[in-house]
């Protein structure tokens, strides 16, 4: 079955920088959507950014400018390089997989995505 596992979570200062990464296994095929994703205590989970299997991206306005997904040139790993890191940006942050052939645009619904990580803890002071 697809696994992702998530690294690449710390404690930072306001206005540091951390990449995430997000090992992706087992997952094959086209048209397919990843995205990370983030949940602070006692908030819902928020979408952050998405990337089809193409190269488009999609970020949340709350990091625009400051985050960037991507991904490796062998499709096996899944990235979030944070830049400008503020205190609200404080959670822990999950990838996800969604279903390959259905995805015709990024996407920031919780609901499209079928394969979650366990998750990376992000805190900035």
């Known amino acids: 079955h697809v696994q992702l596992v998530e690294s690449g979570g710390g404690s930072v200062q306001a206005g540091g920088s951390l990449r995430l990464s997000c090992a992706v296994s087992r997952y094959t095929g086209s048209d397919y959507c990843l995205g990370w994703f983030r949940q602070a205590p006692g908030m819902e989970r928020e979408g952050v950014a998405s990337?089809?299997?193409?190269?488009?991206?999609f970020h949340a306005d709350s990091v625009q400018g400051r985050f960037t997904i991507s991904q490796d040139a062998n499709k096996n790993t899944l990235y979030l390089q944070m830049n400008g890191l503020r205190p609200g940006d404080t959670a822990m942050y999950y990838c996800?997989?969604?279903?390959?052939?259905?995805?015709?645009?990024?996407?920031?619904?919780?609901?499209?995505?079928?394969?979650w990580g366990q998750g990376t803890q992000v805190t900035v002071s």
């Open positions: 990337i089809r299997s193409d190269g488009m991206t």
């Open positions: 996800a997989a969604g279903r390959s052939g259905l995805c015709r645009f990024p996407t920031l619904d919780p609901d499209f995505y079928i394969y």
